[in-house]
């Protein structure tokens, strides 16, 4: 597409697709709450039914290269532009490489080949939170179609913390509001820096709690924002208990979509098998009986709290007894090898979730169904 300026902006992509402009590729960069809504779009101008039947999505754990080069050379089923989309493949993620590694890159790889000479009617998506900008894989993006970057790529903590509290001030005051700076930084806590979507779902919330106030203080952060969130995580691990693999991972998906830092569940997760392992170990004698809550007060509960004595932990802290019951009975859903198992693969999975490469969803469901069906993660 030799001559044609490349569109600036989003409203452009989409007025040259309306105009028959379609380019083999356009990448988004930028975290998925912000990117997702806007390829989406895309996706239905680009594909309107009937046609949305040629749409193909391909996740991180099933990208390779060789398995979206023969993506791209498959013909459709159905006839018309064929639309591949793909989010967070490995090869876009930014990392070190050493000099023969960057020497061996020198030689086109097979993908970079095809956005030089883009065969067949398809388009692709590139959906990634970053990449390396000096890679020949970038620069194989940018010739080949519009690169939209959503937010700042190289903004660091600080920046990320500065621009979430102007962003915050300036809806509440535009709500004829004040919040606190306990209440920002109470927000900032707990929904994060880095999603403006998630964080406008929740000032309104708390706008409209607030009523007739002007002031909006970190009490009610707290009691809108946290106790909603304590409210979830909790059924999470509920369904957990009782290994209910399809509510949990709905539950789940609702924590993320609802903007709850991905490192926030992994925690409230494993924190939950700790306290299970703790009564599994304590209540040995007693996990071969049905013992309902009564029993449970009289038999089981004074050797948990004498235990709790000794060890001094804070897991187990403003836990109520009824909540203990629960734990005992989730406690006799798994094997002590089981959960054993999970709590060492607890580094794993936050190393996962901190690296710049990972699904972050998928790696938590990947935990999800290590903790209810038994399945190691890899």
């Not at 998925?32 to 101008?45: D, F, G, H, R």
């Not at 930084?185 to 707990?190: D, N």
């Not at 029993?295 to 004498?306: M, N, W, Y």
């Not at 804070?314 to 089981?338: E, V």
Request: hydrophobic content about 40%; some cysteine; overall charge neutral.
């Amino acid at each position: 597409m030799k001559g044609i300026p490349k569109p600036e902006g989003f409203e452009a992509v989409i007025e040259g697709v309306h105009s028959g402009i379609v380019w083999p590729v356009y990448t988004f960069i930028g975290e998925p709450p912000l990117t997702s809504p806007m390829i989406q779009e895309l996706v239905s101008v680009l594909l309107p039914p009937p046609d949305d039947f040629n749409f193909e999505l391909i996740q991180p754990e099933n990208f390779s290269e060789a398995a979206l080069m023969l993506t791209i050379y498959t013909p459709s089923m159905f006839s018309g532009k064929k639309v591949i989309q793909l989010n967070q493949p490995v090869f876009t993620a930014k990392k070190e490489e050493s000099a023969d590694k960057k020497k061996a890159r020198s030689k086109k790889t097979p993908l970079e080949d095809w956005l030089s000479h883009p065969t067949g009617d398809v388009t692709l998506i590139f959906n990634t939170r970053s990449i390396d900008r000096r890679s020949s894989l970038f620069g194989s993006l940018k010739e080949a179609g519009p690169v939209l970057i959503i937010g700042d790529m190289g903004a660091t903590e600080r920046d990320k913390n500065s621009s979430m509290a102007a962003f915050i001030q300036e809806y509440v005051l535009k709500s004829g509001k004040k919040l606190e700076f306990k209440a920002i930084h109470a927000l900032m806590e707990l929904v994060g820096n880095d999603n403006p979507v998630a964080m406008e779902n929740e000032l309104k919330k708390l706008v409209s709690y607030a009523g007739g106030r002007t002031t909006i203080t970190a009490l009610d952060v707290q009691t809108i924002v946290g106790h909603q969130r304590e409210e979830k995580l909790y059924e999470l691990t509920q369904f957990l208990g009782t290994r209910q693999t399809d509510k949990a991972l709905l539950s789940l998906k609702f924590l993320l979509e609802q903007g709850v830092y991905e490192l926030v569940v992994l925690q409230a997760i494993l924190n939950f098998i700790r306290r299970i392992l703790f009564i599994k170990v304590v209540t040995q004698n007693y996990q071969d009986q049905q013992i309902d809550f009564s029993g449970f007060k009289s038999q089981i509960l004074p050797d948990i709290e004498t235990d709790l004595q000794t060890c001094k932990t804070d897991l187990f802290k403003s836990i109520k007894p009824y909540s203990l019951y629960n734990m005992f009975n989730a406690s006799r859903q798994f094997t002590l090898k089981t959960l054993l198992g999970i709590c060492a693969d607890g580094a794993s999975f936050d190393l996962a979730l901190k690296g710049e490469a990972s699904d972050k969803r998928f790696v938590l469901e990947r935990l999800v169904l290590r903790v209810c069906r038994g399945y190691i993660s890899r």
